[in-house]
Structures are given as structure tokens and as C-alpha cells.
């Protein structure tokens, strides 16, 4: 199977790379490397195993170039985070939007039948339940909330007027290998980088909110399953189906590191969530999915590679 892998320098996306090339897929990766990191993929293309393309999904020459002689599209190229989409929601809707409008013209100019989305919970915005199925109102609250399911519903609109089939994936909090640092990411890389800098974790609220968190390991094989689902266009929500405090979360990471930085407490930040869980059930039935890397297992893995790509 030929595919494209937008995004693939990055941290899902070379995860993704790492699973297809394993399988024996002939990869392309489309990626700017403004968030991407080329050492995440380097030694597959010194050895030919992919092919690289160094281009922007906001310039159409560039995605209808890497769609072509393509059977599937695993779509990651993105702006991410709540708090960068307020500070530059241009960037964000550009590349959000009008990026996946591009690689969806790029399909269809060359006649790709299928893409897999890679989505967020962001979404939902303000959670009415605990527990969040596929049904949950879509009520996004923040830039990149609206920018991803604008390019959700973009992508459905596809499917409905062309010859395109799609599956979206809808990600709850993902960690794991080539997850670094960066103001804006997920709570696991801040956490880490607090630990081996020596200094305090700081919690937001009273850290008792709740988060699930799955591996990506499990998110690329939840991948390779859409890709391999036969049976038409359809949304999944990807989580663990398990949840965490963030309070165990940071006691945990201290103890898997063997260094202990204690906790500062700040106030809480408006709009953070409180608790949040997928319900992964379609997924599992539909797609045969089921995670299988627990937390601690996960987070041992990951703390050791964060210590030896500081």
C-alpha cells in the first residue's frame, strides 16, 4: 500500500511512520518540520525506507504533489493546542482549515480514495459528562476546537459529494516516544522536563481533575485499523477508557524517575476541564480496537527515552 503521512516528523505522526514501515507500506511524509523534528524519522530516509517531501499543507502545489500515486492519506499535520490557537488563531485556522482543504483537493485531483483524520477531543469544548461517546454536543470553545472540527465536517462533506472515503479518530490525551517539550504540549513532557530540571511540578486547581491518557502506540495501531476498515465513511473516539488525577499522575512520573520535585499548586485556569474519559466502545467494536500498553508501562518507557533525548 502506498501512503501519505502528513505531519509524519512529528511526535504521532513518526509513530505512525515507525508501524507502516514495520508492515512493509511505501511511505511518503509530507511535513515543514515547524513543530516536526526530522530526527524522528532521519535514519528511515538515510536508508531509503521513506520518501521526504519538505513542504507546507497551506500551499496547494505541495499537497496535491504528495497525494499523488496515493491510496491512503493519514492526515496529522496541524496546529495544536487550546492556548497557541489564542495566541495566533490565524496560523491555526490556516493550517487546520485550509491545510486539510488542500490535501482533500490534492485526493481528489489524484484520484486518492481514502483518509484517515487525525482529530482531537477539543472539539466538545465544555463537557456536559464525565464519560465522552461519539453522541457528545460539539460545542468547541477554543480556535483549535473550531479548526479541527471545521476540518471534521469538511472532510465528511467530502466523503458526501466525491469519491472519498474517510475515518476520523478523535484523540483524547496521547503520550508517549518522541513526545518533547514544548510550552504549548500535553502535561506528560511538562511534567518530565520539571522532574529532570529539578524543579517543582506546578498543578493548576487542586489536582483532582481527571484525564485518559493513552499511549501512541496504541493511537498508530488504531491508525493502521482505519485504514484497513472496509466499511464506509465513520468517526471513532480514541482514548484508554480509563482515567487518571493528575495529582497520581505526577506522584506516579516522580517515582517511575527516582526523582522526587515535589508540587506547587497555582489557581485554576478558566475553562480547564475537570474530569474527562473516552468511550471507546464503537471503536472497539467496530474497529477491533482495544489499547495495550498500560499507564505505568507507558510512562516507564517514555521517561526513560525523555531522559536520553533531553
Known sequence: MKVLVTGGAGFIGSNIVKLLISKG???TVLDNLSSGYIENIKKWIESDSISFINGDIREK?????AT???DVVFHLAASVGR??????PIIDSSTNLLGTVNILEGMRKNNVKKIVYSDSAAIFGELLSDTIDEEHPQNADSPYGVSKLAAEKMILAYTGIYDITAVCLRYFNIYG???R???YGNVIPIFAQRIFSGEPITIYGDGEQTRDFVNVADVARANMLAAEYSKGTEIFNLGSGTSITINRLAEMMQDIAGIHVGVNYAPERPADVKHCKANSAKAESMLGFSTSVGLEQGLTEYIRWFSDNR
Open 25 to 27: 507500506h511505501d511511505v
Open 61 to 65: 502545489e505541495s499537497a496535491e504533489a
Open 68 to 70: 499523488k500515486d496515493q
Open 83 to 88: 492556548q497557541r490557537s489564542i495566541d495566533d
Open 177 to 179: 516516544i518522541n513526545q
Open 181 to 183: 517539550f514544548d510550552q
